[in-house]
């Protein structure tokens, strides 16, 4: 039975890793096989990993005398990767407990080689965290839960020298416990075409409120919530800055101007460029990004990145070291190299410029093929090396200090029922909603009327009682998702709820005009 165990294990194993070996990212410095190699999962995008690869292989050669390669594995987006991550986990777990039971306890560290993977980099704080919560696997009634990441090593005044204070706004730099460290920044903004705008006769967009007037009706490109966990992130701050009431009236405008929903939140910086949007929400490198692409092709400045004021949200970018991954020595190493000012340089300055600051191999710092335009995660890369950068961003100065609600799942879930299962309802009834206020043709209390319903909320049956959907009530109505069937089955109601709001609306409006 043992062996039977271990045999079907050891095929999940394959079948599960079987992305991650097929994935692995094609970096411009060659894999040696006969080099000691570093195993990254990571979401990052090919430019990120050729700069690293590089940066790390001239690091470790110069440092510790060591020819080292990088072996990246891309299997998907930083959620997907934490899912097949708990796979291979609990399959490994499972395996332990079932050939000896003791060598597995509670909070354990896994010998090294368990996992055949040493860093996962990328990604936003959320994901680490729960990379870092791990798995939780039954063993003959008793619940064994393990770490996926373990800490790194640096000493708190190693820590204190790279980060200073561990905040930026609400949100940590690294965690207290080290299980992820932080490596650059990301914010959350617009990213928009400016001459989509001037044809529009619209000032280009400071505010994600901008993103809901009625003459943008059809140009906003977004990414699913439910599928994107950094516009989930994105959203969530909205409702932060904004308050519960003018927060969902921002999401559900922004949903009524949408073009389409995508999974894949790389899509509307591309789409923007090419004019095929006039604004999407974007992670800043993605927007930055595809500014830089549209420059270098030719484009001019057609692209633009905006940071609302006032309502930025900033979080870290990590780093984690696997629990049980090969080599934990490289690994450590990989995060060291990560905080130097020579790999924090890749992040922010232009390629290889004479006269960027000398780094401690006696060459100029930055990039060497790729603009990477993130944001440092270190202090003292802004005070001393502020004039390098390409974009003159503090993230320090721009961030907002409203800590996000929590208020995700809700995100996911609501809007998946009023603007994006039911998308083109939504649309239809946002035009004709915006139509009835131009056209003099509604009393006040009429278009207060079809207002409300836009904008309505459903009530949830929670133990034979209609509870409605607000801030004090949020905890209570999410617990009733937790069991699937329930949830699958309250959208199901919600979906319904709003489109026959939305049907209302357009009915009175069609009836009037």
Request: hydrophobic letters at 40%.
């Amino acid at each position: 039975m043992k062996t039977q165990v271990i045999v079907i294990g050891m095929l999940l194993l394959v079948v599960l890793g079987v992305p991650f070996v097929l994935s692995a990212g094609k970096a411009k410095t060659a894999h040696d096989a006969n080099a000691r190699t570093l195993i990254i999962v990571s979401p990052h995008v090919p430019q990120i990993r050729d700069e690293f690869a590089r940066g790390f292989s001239d690091w470790h050669q110069r440092e510790f005398g060591e020819a080292v390669s990088i072996d990246f594995r891309t299997p998907g987006g930083t959620s997907e990767i934490r899912k097949q991550l708990e796979a291979l986990f609990k399959d490994s777990v499972k395996q332990m407990l079932a050939t000896d039971p003791a060598s597995v306890s509670d909070g354990a560290m896994l010998p090294e080689g368990t996992i055949a993977f040493d860093i996962m980099f990328g990604g936003g704080s959320y994901d680490h965290t729960l990379v870092k919560n791990g798995v939780s696997v039954d063993a003959k009634g008793t619940t064994i839960s393990v770490p996926m990441s373990r800490p790194a090593a640096f000493t708190q005044q190693e820590l204190d020298t790279m980060f200073g204070e561990n905040k930026i706004g609400p949100q940590e730099l690294y965690d207290p416990e080290q299980y992820w460290i932080g490596t650059a920044l990301s914010s959350f903004g617009i990213v928009y075409n400016r001459d989509v705008f001037a044809k529009l006769q619209l000032p280009e967009p400071t505010a994600f409120v901008d993103l809901t007037q009625p003459a943008l009706w059809g140009w906003i490109a977004l990414a699913d919530p439910r599928q994107s966990g950094s516009i989930t992130t994105t959203f969530d701050s909205i409702l932060g800055n904004e308050g519960w009431e003018d927060g969902w009236r921002t999401l559900r405008g922004m949903c009524g101007n949408t073009r389409y929903f995508t999974n894949s939140s790389t899509k509307p910086p591309i789409d923007v460029s090419q004019g095929e949007a006039a604004a999407g929400l974007a992670i800043d490198f993605y927007g930055r990004g595809q500014a830089q692409v549209v420059k270098d092709s030719g484009g001019g400045d057609r692209v633009g990145y905006s940071d609302p004021a006032g309502a930025v949200y900033v979080d870290a970018d990590p780093v984690s070291i696997i629990n049980g991954g090969p080599d934990y020595e490289l690994a450590m190493r990989f995060v060291r190299y990560c905080m130097t000012d020579e790999a924090q340089a890749l992040w922010q300055f232009d390629t290889s410029l004479d006269d960027n600051p000398i780094g401690s191999d006696g060459e100029p710092m930055g990039p060497r093929w790729h603009a990477l335009r993130r944001m440092p995660v270190k202090r003292s890369m802004y005070t001393q090396y502020f004039d390098q950068f390409i974009d003159p961003v503090d993230p320090f100065e721009i961030v907002s200090d409203v800590k996000n609600p929590g208020w995700r799942t809700g995100v996911q879930v609501m809007m998946g029922c009023f603007g994006i299962d039911i998308a083109n309802e939504c649309r239809m009834a946002y035009r004709a909603l915006h139509e009835a206020k131009a056209s003099g043709a509604f009393s006040d209390a009429e278009i207060a009327e079809l207002d409300a319903l836009f904008y309505a909320f459903p009530e949830t049956e929670i133990d034979g009682q209609m509870v409605p959907f607000t801030p004090e009530t949020f905890r209570t109505v999410r617990n009733a998702w937790r069991e699937p069937k329930r949830q699958a089955q309250l959208e199901i109601e919600y979906t319904a709820f709003y489109r026959d709001n939305y049907k209302e609306i357009v009915r009175r409006v069609n009836e009037r005009l």
